[in-house]
């Protein structure tokens, strides 16, 4: 069964700490990866994508890791800041198609002064 | 618009009532999203427009549930006889259609059935 698993569910730390998410899936064949960040009250927006051949990629203080063998993913986020709080979404495409997409749950960020 | 909007933002109905929630995706895109996300719980796939395809409506809940995507732009999802646990938020996506590429959501519908 296709499943995509995120934790922990919800985190808080403090201004200017690291913080690592995790997720991990069972989505198979394997296309790509993507976190979104949702900040309360909007829609979910796309930080990073990754592919099979990718073990990390960087956007700004976000850093993504891929490990395909494992089937497991992180989102680490350096020197948090407030707009930081947000819920972080992980989801999986599974093959080639364009609707074969699994859902993570979300860890949902809170970053503290 | 530069992203998609979704109307209204947000809508407070009675149990058995009919709501419609809009969505204008993005300019161009000919594949477009409909899911539903209720509190803690993550994005739950409902139906699927891909061009002048046949939609995928495997994710629909019941035949309570419908939407109709015209001109290949606007669309629309329609609940019939609104149940209480219909009470979500209400996302809707788009994307270029060619598999694979990033979806832009919109801010969401948020639906209270009292």
């Known amino acids: 069964k296709n499943q995509v698993e995120q934790s922990p569910q919800s985190l808080i730390i403090l201004e200017g700490k690291n913080c690592t998410l995790q997720?991990?899936?069972?989505?198979?064949?394997?296309?790509?990866l993507r976190w979104y960040k949702q900040d309360t009250g909007r829609g979910p927006v796309s930080l990073t994508i990754m592919t099979f051949s990718e073990n990390t990629k960087s956007n700004g203080r976000y850093t993504a890791t891929l490990d395909a063998d494992t089937k497991q993913s992180s989102l680490h986020i350096t020197a948090s800041q407030l707009s930081d709080s947000a819920s972080y979404i992980c989801?999986?495409?599974?093959?080639?198609?364009?609707?074969?997409?699994?859902f993570g749950t979300g860890t949902r960020l809170t970053v503290i002064p | 618009g530069a992203g998609v909007s979704q109307s209204p933002s947000n809508k407070v109905t009675e149990k058995g009532k009919d709501v419609e929630l809009r969505c204008d995706p993005i300019s161009g895109h000919t594949a477009l999203y409909w899911y539903r996300q209720s509190l803690g719980q993550g994005l739950e796939f409902l139906i699927y427009?891909?061009?002048?395809?046949?939609?995928?409506k495997s994710g629909l809940p019941s035949d309570r549930f419908s939407a109709e995507r015209t001109g290949g732009s606007v669309s629309t999802l329609t609940i019939q006889r609104t149940q209480q646990e219909d009470s979500a938020v209400y996302l809707c996506?788009?994307?270029?259609?060619?598999?694979?590429?990033?979806?832009?959501f919109g801010p969401g519908t948020r639906l209270l059935v009292l």
């Open positions: 427009f891909q061009g002048n395809s046949a939609p995928d």
């Open positions: 989801v999986v495409r599974e093959g080639t198609g364009a609707n074969n997409l699994f």
């Open positions: 996506a788009s994307s270029l259609g060619r598999g694979g590429e990033t979806q832009y």
């Open positions: 997720c991990n899936y069972t989505v198979s064949p394997f296309s790509n």
